[in-house]
């Protein structure tokens, strides 16, 4: 009879692949340098992008982004289907923040990143600094965005060292409150550029 010591470590972990069909839980779609942009899209059909029924979640993991301009915010939206990225959202925002020095500790709700039935972009990362020493990092989740009798739903949370030199945890969810597909997403920066960072998108099989 095998014991749990001679079974212990017989399995596999799902590892990233760089293409589709592998059976992998966890594909790598697309992934992209920043370098000058000020916005950054993953569209379905264009540069080898997949974001459709092809993978009923998406996985966004953004690295090291720094801005060109100080106290940035980076920003989110989705296309439904025509050329802009313009979907209706309904979302909601809060933080958690200390500052380096101790001070400024709080956990809130934010009114104005929070969108209600808004077609405008969706602030993810806010106040980014582009100190030598400061950038974001975060991850992002869209949920079976090619489903056309329900809305798709989306949640994201990040970690930054922004312009005021305080550590903020910032999450952000909600869904584009439209059932037409969305095909899909662009990221963009308040003021300036992407200075430099990588986005990867993965596609995740259940």
């Not at 079974?7 to 589709?20: K, M």
């Not at 309904?90 to 209600?116: I, K, P, R, W």
């Not at 439209?178 to 899909?184: E, H, K, L, N, R």
Request: with cysteine.
């Amino acid at each position: 009879m095998a014991t749990y010591s001679s079974i212990r470590y017989n399995f596999n972990l799902p590892q990233a692949s760089t293409s589709s069909g592998t059976g992998n839980a966890l594909e790598l779609i697309k992934s992209i340098t920043c370098g000058g942009e000020s916005t950054i899209s993953f569209a379905n059909g264009s540069s080898d992008v997949v974001f459709d029924g092809t993978y009923l979640t998406y996985h966004f993991k953004l690295l090291n982004l720094h801005p060109s301009s100080n106290t940035t915010t980076y920003r989110v939206n989705f296309r439904d289907g025509g050329s802009s990225y313009d979907a209706s959202k309904q979302t909601t925002f809060f933080a958690a923040n200390h500052g380096e020095d101790g001070s400024g500790a709080s956990v809130a709700h934010s009114d104005g990143q929070s969108l209600a039935n808004n077609t405008g972009v969706q602030g993810i990362a806010t106040s980014v600094g582009n100190d030598a020493d400061e950038n974001f990092n975060g991850e992002m989740w869209v949920f079976n965005p090619s489903h056309d009798n329900f809305v798709t739903h989306f949640f994201g949370i990040n970690q930054i060292n922004n312009h005021s030199n305080v550590s903020a945890q910032e999450f952000v969810g909600g869904y584009c409150n439209t059932t037409t597909p969305i095909d899909g997403v662009q990221f963009s920066v308040s003021t300036g550029n992407f200075e430099s960072g990588i986005i990867k998108l993965y596609g995740i099989r259940l």
